[in-house]
């Protein structure tokens, strides 16, 4: 059988680096086009996942002719390093990383290991995370956080089985992920958060197990509104419950204060427990666009920049790296990069300026 491409291939391979010369970086952070400073960088350190969520990575098209990226393309550790440390002297101080599924990527403590030992301008530590969907987290908590990890957020769609295993569409147990949330919380890779995709009529019947469940537990519960992101996903907006909605639910079985947000560009909007219980997070990407204030950008599996979750398109690091490019000229390009970046993808989307069905990279790829 031949190989399964889709369009997101093409989007992969698309040329896009930076057309003529680039000047000179002056060692100030840049800030882009809309005035947002350069703080947060995702690293995806894979394009694989071993599960198949349908609003990620359906079944139907990442099956076993799909055609992956070999590993001969993808950044090694050096190179990631390299890279993040170029970064940090632009600005960021958050760092996490991501995939696919981050923890199938062989030996990633060493590179955590390599990225802990990253300073800021001002010789202060980085923030240090990673995204996972909690599978194979209780067998690498301890070697994660020895590596210097500093907390984990885990993708978690529901607590009834029969429901995640239907969404995860591999057949795997909650309970294997419980676990792994368990074991990072025994080793201190805390905070903790689990993020919740909700889908209307696929899962938010767990909204308020869910919310039961980690009261009292230490641990941040954010509901993630059900995103168009990539092309293969089927996205439909009547599958979308609105976090104003999802709020209402709670409000009907606790009471529940707004907190402000904890740093600048912040994507969900907190609300605690006012019995103390605990805390939880709204991410409103598709009714309340939190596009003014994004300071993050998207280091691609192979080295490309994005600049929204949204892009179609990224810009080609790797082959400065490889091509022998030396630090200033990487970060003069940078820099170059996010000072004409002015994406706002959800706030278009919201006055109808985004085109539905636009193609997009898809989120296994960027991270989310």
Request: proline fraction near 5%.
């Amino acid at each position: 059988m031949g190989e399964h491409i889709i369009p997101l291939h093409d989007l992969r391979r698309a040329p896009s680096r930076p057309a003529g010369p680039v000047p000179a970086w002056d060692g100030r952070p840049p800030v882009d086009r809309l005035g947002r400073p350069l703080r947060d960088l995702r690293i995806s350190v894979t394009d694989r996942c071993n599960f198949r969520c349908s609003y990620c990575m359906p079944k139907e098209v990442f099956d076993k002719r799909y055609n992956f990226l070999p590993h001969s393309a993808l950044l090694s550790f050096e190179e990631i390093t390299r890279i993040a440390r170029l970064f940090v002297a632009q600005g960021v101080r958050k760092l996490r990383l991501t995939g696919g599924e981050p923890l199938l990527r062989k030996n990633i403590e060493t590179l955590i290991g390599m990225l802990a030992e990253l300073r800021t301008p001002d010789g202060q530590p980085l923030d240090i995370t990673l995204t996972t969907n909690g599978s194979v987290l209780a067998r690498k908590a301890r070697a994660l956080k020895d590596a210097g990890l500093q907390r984990v957020t885990v993708s978690l769609d529901a607590l009834d089985d029969a429901v995640f295993k239907r969404m995860n569409d591999v057949d795997f147990p909650v309970a294997e992920v419980l676990r792994g949330i368990e074991a990072a919380q025994a080793v201190g890779l805390a905070p903790i958060k689990v993020n919740m995709v909700v889908k209307r009529g696929t899962n938010d019947q767990e909204i308020l197990p869910m919310a039961e469940h980690f009261r009292h537990s230490g641990i941040v519960l954010r509901f993630i509104e059900y995103m168009d992101v990539g092309a293969t996903n089927g996205w439909r907006m009547d599958e979308v419950l609105p976090s104003a909605q999802l709020l209402e639910r709670l409000q009907q079985v606790h009471a529940l204060r707004p907190l402000e947000a904890a740093s600048p560009g912040e994507t969900a909007e907190r609300w605690a427990y006012a019995d103390g219980s605990g805390e939880i997070g709204l991410i409103s990407s598709v009714t309340q666009a939190f596009c003014g204030d994004c300071n993050r950008a998207r280091l691609s599996t192979e080295g490309r920049l994005f600049l929204c979750l949204f892009a179609s398109a990224g810009h080609d690091l790797r082959a400065l790296l490889r091509d022998g490019a030396d630090d200033a000229h990487i970060s003069s390009t940078i820099a170059a990069i996010w000072q004409q970046r002015a994406d706002r993808y959800s706030e278009l989307r919201g006055v109808g300026g985004a085109v539905p069905g636009a193609r997009r990279v898809e989120m296994h790829y960027i991270g989310g």
